[in-house]
């Protein structure tokens, strides 16, 4: 696909303000994936590409968590088996998709997941120490797969959800949890990507171009 040296402008503007955006607040693929469809891409190459993209903005962050210890293994490591197995089956329910159908169900999606994203209310952040229970590891593993699905499937606002799942349901505090939430979503993001690299659906110059954007507004952020 022939990209536009203008489209590369826009792209990387958009893509670098939603790096800034997530390393913030998150909810940055509401920003960059409705700006890869308006620059011409179909939903397919759209959601593909954004995934490349954002894989390296959410890399740089977990990196950050993981250096604080913030990201604990015993966790992280049987959540991230079945975001690996959650996102796979998203994406690959993506590709079967017709691209209309799933042109149509992302403008629902959008407003919802905007709502989720930018409600603060919904966070609670329960300050006591880090403990690993039953019902932490049990909410963890499902969120793992059910927002992996998601994830593979669509994607913006993957990070908020989970957020809001692990301190809600899993009682863990904002700082624990976003680094289980960053380990998680990591996975996702390159599992799925692996999928739409393997069947095509990557614009790689405009992805590369684009995640290097990414980074250096999720390093500002």
Known sequence: MSMHFLTYIIVGTAVFLAGFVDAIAGGGGLISLPVYMMVGLPAHNAIATNKMSSTCGT?????????NGLIHMKLALPSVILAIIGSTIGAHLALITNNDILEKIM???LPITAFFVF???LFHDHHHSFKIT???MLVSLTAAFVVGIYDGFYGPGTGTFLLIILTIFGHMAIKHANGQVKAINLTTNISALT???FNGQVIIGLGLFAALCN???NYLG
């Open 59 to 67: 890399a740089l962050s977990t990196v950050r968590f993981l250096k």
């Open 134 to 136: 039953r019902r932490t």
């Open 215 to 217: 980074m250096a507004g």
């Open 119 to 121: 409600n603060k209310n």
């Open 195 to 197: 999928v739409y690299l």
């Open 107 to 109: 403008i629902p999606i």
